[in-house]
């Protein structure tokens, strides 16, 4: 049973470009939350997501969007990057109406931007 | 004012030490507390959960007082496998999780 694969590994963009990041949810669970990890900090909340829709929303610039898929996958979308934007972006899967223990995160995709 | 103070050490302690990590929270209407070990470049795990009385498992006891807004961590006869950056989690109602800063542990043989 795979668990939170996430797409692509590494990125290097440049300012002013625009971004597309995937997630894959562990077999079975139905929601997944995004989370930026600058270096040096913890992981702060970007959104999440279920049944195709934004639940809840961190604090968070409109520069950053999603999308869920019906098989519950999930894309974060970056617009006009900024250097500050350079971090490892995790995806979280879980279970809507579980327990929050019960989340799994992906290994991530590490963002550099020039 | 963050929602999760943590003390980002570095701590370095010898193999076989007690080393112990505090966390504290604003906001006293968060649900539910752990304490995440992430290993360098990779993605947070959880370690264990954390109750107002108290949980062990193993060489690691966590504890939580919501009057002070407050969780421990505690590793007993530390390993060097222990080094690790330990983060400390709460959630609100919506299972939203608010990260610390996370606390760098090194533990030197």
């Known amino acids: 049973d795979a668990g939170v694969t996430q797409s692509p590994t590494h990125l290097i963009k440049t300012r002013g470009q625009q971004v597309t990041l995937r997630c894959s949810p562990k077999?079975?669970?139905?929601?997944v939350s995004w989370y930026q990890q600058a270096l040096g900090q913890g992981p702060q909340f970007i959104f999440q997501?279920?049944?195709?829709?934004?639940?809840q929303r961190g604090n968070f610039p409109d520069r950053f969007s999603g999308h869920q898929f019906p098989n519950y996958s999930s894309e974060l979308n970056v617009n006009a990057l900024l250097l500050g934007d350079s971090a490892l972006y995790l995806c979280?899967?879980?279970?809507?109406?579980?327990?929050?223990?019960?989340?799994?995160f992906g290994p991530g995709t590490r963002l550099t931007v020039l | 004012r963050k929602e999760v103070e943590q003390d980002p050490g570095p701590f370095n302690v010898p193999e076989g030490a007690t080393v112990a990590f505090n966390c504290t929270y604003s906001?006293?209407?968060?649900?539910?507390f752990f304490w995440y070990r992430q290993d360098c470049r990779k993605e947070p795990k959880l370690l264990m959960s954390?109750?107002?009385s108290g949980n062990e498992d193993g060489r690691f006891t966590a504890q939580l007082n919501r009057a002070s807004q407050y969780i421990s961590l505690l590793i007993r006869d530390s390993k060097l496998s222990d080094s690790a950056t330990y983060l400390c989690?709460?959630?609100?109602?919506?299972?939203?999780?608010?990260f610390g800063t996370g606390t760098s542990l090194t533990v030197i043989p």
């Open positions: 997501y279920y049944e195709e829709e934004e639940r």
């Open positions: 906001n006293s209407a968060s649900q539910s």
């Open positions: 954390v109750y107002s």
């Open positions: 077999s079975g669970h139905d929601t």
């Open positions: 979280a899967s879980g279970l809507a109406g579980a327990p929050p223990d019960t989340q799994y």
């Open positions: 989690v709460v959630t609100n109602t919506g299972n939203q999780f608010y």
